[in-house]
């Protein structure tokens, strides 16, 4: 399994402070059965917005651990996106789309405004992945509907099936799983305390979907959809 969303480089962004820290966050990640994490610390955040060469320095120091490349989640600040030159886009398609991983600036972003940001991305030469869009609060034929106009991915938080049976942000995910929305699972880790929710969320997955196979917890899907 390929872990495509943490923050758990130190002293980068809300992740952890001290490389301790880190390092016990990827010791039970493995025991988890993951075999590769690749960090997305935040960029243009209203906080954090890291230097590549500053990112690729946490990295070296964690000594050759299953961390050994990252990308960014960006902030959807689509002008600063497109002025880069350094995109650290996790693959780039066949017919030249870079794939990023984007957020939004808040959980009551409109459905218009997603609409217009994959558009103008698609435009740009890019196909988002948008991360843990349960946050987002729309409905699944939304999302559905995005993805028959453009191009574009899916994430959810595994931790996110940790929560109570009645959540309703575990019900939707649980809907996106079943209705083929999701692309990929992350576990958008920040600290070690919840080690415990990535856990908990993939032995619900495990109990529930197990047929729905490992590319859920792979990059394999940035290939094969596009």
């Known amino acids: 399994m390929i872990d495509l969303h943490s923050h758990l480089l130190p002293g980068l962004d809300d992740g952890p402070e001290e490389v301790s820290e880190t390092l016990e966050i990827i010791k039970e990640m493995s025991s988890f059965g993951y075999i590769e994490i690749i960090p997305t610390p935040h960029k243009f955040h209203t906080l954090f917005n890291p230097d590549p060469n ?21 902030m959807c600040n689509i002008p600063r996106i497109k002025e880069l030159t350094d995109h650290r886009e996790f693959s780039r398609t066949s017919d030249g789309y870079k794939v990023i991983m984007v957020e939004f600036h808040s959980p009551l972003v409109s459905k218009k405004e997603i609409d217009s940001s994959v558009f103008s991305l698609n435009a740009g030469g890019f196909i988002p992945l948008l991360a843990h869009i349960e946050r987002y609060l729309k409905d699944d034929e939304f999302w559905l509907e995005l993805r028959k106009k453009y191009k574009v991915f899916f994430q959810s938080s595994v931790r996110t099936l940790a929560k109570a049976s009645f959540h309703p942000k575990k019900k939707q995910v649980i809907r ?43 990059d394999k899907f940035l290939f094969e959809n596009s």
């Open 54 to 74: 500053i990112v690729m320095g946490r990295i070296s120091a964690l000594n050759k651990t299953m961390v050994r490349r990252f990308s960014f989640e960006y």
């Open 176 to 218: 996106f799983l079943e209705k083929g929305i999701i692309d990929n699972l992350g576990t958008d880790l920040h600290r070690a305390t919840q080690l415990e929710q990535v856990e908990k969320g993939l032995t619900f997955f495990r109990n529930n979907f197990s047929g729905l196979g490992k590319d859920l917890f792979s």
